[in-house]
């Protein structure tokens, strides 16, 4: 790897597998993962909500001067501070986010990225105002077909330099569930994640919920912004045919019994009765029906705990009567839609999307 | 790898080289590190702290009924609440800790565990109650000798089942700065970092700050835990000669300059005066007395904020006048026992204690 190329070519990276890059593992360093135990809290403790960071986290000091620009198929331009944003009307959901990019590292062969397992998931409490008030603020025009949304963090990708910037199609945009936020579980959004402004686009993988928000264009025609164009789609052979990464796939995913061996994380389980405790989500709108617990490949069902609104995850729960032995363990969601989750994951050229059944191993004794 | 060999072999883990294991990536999907340019902040944002925990995080609902033991050479066992802890005499520390292990990925042959590169770090206001005053009011034997914290974490690791503990000499654990601690920042424990209760032990690599801490025993003869007697030891040989792992050595880290490649993390700087800033710190109650930063093997000397207290990191910086094509840059920082950073890593069987100068190729255009 020499600079020169990173900064001007546009090769793509290849598939790989086997053992790990250094890349791969520093990607891994950077961005953290929930810890599956966490699963049991409703909301995500802070620091265990799933990071994932294109580039650099930028410094905004509270007294930075921040402005977030509203222009292009507008009647007026805007450039709005996060205090007039605060004034506009407030609400709050509860609304679990997963990278699109969860499962990665799973998948055979792999994309070189960020090499996540499982864990890329977390649930908050954002409180912000829709963003379809600043663009009423703003005055939407009839002619604009999707809104940009840019943030403040640059780099490169592939060779091109840019600003991470997702666009939303006019009526998402304008839903009332699509939230321009300022806090996260009743406090200030941390730095990582998207100090001092920041959408939320619940339902959808993460990569639509852009930090650190700087500038809104209506637009007139759709975005063409590498991370919407070149990057998020979905390829089942690589350079293939791509659709564009959206929603949720429906995804469930259980606490590991037992204690862990430090190095494998293996587990060891005492028998007799042993909670099996976890979450699953779907997004699209979708509800989860149905959570199934596999015992050795032996399907039964899960209680489903009360729902926490329409877009966090469920809790679910089954006692196991844990003998002796070894045991393969597993857990697949059902939504409203009666999508199910696969047993073995879909292939992806980019590592997106994967929702196969988690699997566990573990030693009762 | 099965299981019964996890659950009850000894045999260590060889060192190895070369790309890395699905569990060393594992473990970095777990274990988070500071991202590098969150070193701008005095004290690191909430959730931005390193972590590095062996076993699983206890779930600890706010009304568990949690309680910390003290036994052993005491006059009197307690068993105490965290609200009696509390009542103690409070004291806030504002305290850089690191990891032992930061750095680990960077040696070649490499040991297989948290593959840490530089990240490994965070400064924190922790506040709590000297353990002195715990010890105090169960009356410490005159015969303790030593002072062992346990924590509620358990597991495995290297065939061994053990909760996590460590312990500290008579006379550290009765110095005024070992806190028994509650808050982080002014905010109750995140659980990720101990709650309810945990050690912090300022100067001392991370892994003296017991967390989740259900148990102090005072001893009449030394500690012989897992974590004390068969990890976190440096040795210059696999197997050789062991000496424990104890305070930090001096380091320093850069905020990397200019903007990234999103897989490489390589950086474009542009052209001209260009801010470069850091951190630098030492343990054992030494303070940084000295910074040098190198572009191209030039060594030249920056500037020192003021200090932030005996145990924190002190920022550093200098500006550098970037100059168009392929530069390299280092820091390297004295403490006021005149150690100073090694241009090359020492190496370590189980990599510990890596304070080498960071390196960092930056491309100017």
Not at 62 to 65: E, L, R, S, T, V
Not at 284 to 288: N, Y
Not at 307 to 310: E, L, Y
């Given at each position: 790897m020499s600079a020169p190329d990173l900064f001007s070519d546009t090769a793509r990276r290849a598939n790989t597998e086997g053992p790990f890059a250094a890349e791969e593992v520093q990607l891994a360093n950077r961005n953290a993962g929930i810890l599956l135990e966490s699963l049991r809290h409703d909301v995500t403790p802070p620091g265990l909500h799933y990071l994932l960071n294109h580039f650099d986290v930028p410094y905004v000091p509270?007294?930075?001067?921040w402005r977030v620009d509203i222009s292009g198929a507008v009647r007026e331009t805007l450039s709005l501070t996060p205090d007039e944003v605060r004034r506009l009307p407030e609400r709050t959901l509860r609304v679990t986010l997963e990278c699109a990019g969860n499962g990665r590292a799973t998948l055979t062969p792999r994309y070189p990225s960020m090499p996540w397992m499982h864990e890329a998931v977390g649930t908050a409490d954002w409180t912000g105002t829709p963003l379809r008030h600043i663009l009423g603020q703003a005055g939407l025009g009839d002619d604009a077909v999707e809104i940009a949304c840019i943030g403040a963090d640059r780099g490169f990708d592939r060779g091109h330099e840019h600003n991470y910037g997702r666009s939303l199609s006019r009526r998402d945009a304008l839903s009332d569930d699509v939230l321009v936020a300022w806090a996260m579980n009743g406090q200030p959004l941390p730095p990582q994640h998207g100090f001092p402004l920041r959408l939320v686009v619940p339902g959808w993988y993460g990569m639509a919920s852009v930090k650190w928000l700087s500038h809104i264009e209506a637009l007139e025609r759709p975005y063409e912004g590498f991370q919407q164009v070149r990057s998020y789609l979905y390829r089942a052979v690589p350079d293939g045919p791509a659709t564009p990464v959206t929603h949720m796939r429906v995804k469930s995913l259980m606490v590991p019994p037992g204690i862990p061996d430090f190095y494998t994380r293996a587990r060891l389980v005492t028998p007799g009765p042993t909670h099996l405790f976890g979450r699953a989500w779907s997004g699209?709108?979708?509800?989860?029906a149905r959570v199934e617990i596999a015992i050795d490949a032996a399907w039964r069902e899960a209680d489903l705990d009360p729902?926490?609104?329409?877009f966090a995850w469920r809790g679910w729960r089954v006692i196991w009567d844990a003998a002796p032995g070894e045991h393969d363990l597993a857990c697949r969601a059902t939504d409203s839609n009666g999508e199910t989750q696969p047993l073995q994951p879909r292939w992806d050229a980019g590592g997106y999307g994967n929702n196969a059944v988690q699997r566990l191993r573990v030693q009762v004794r």
């Open positions: 509270p007294d930075d001067g699209a709108g979708a509800a989860i729902p926490q609104g329409d």
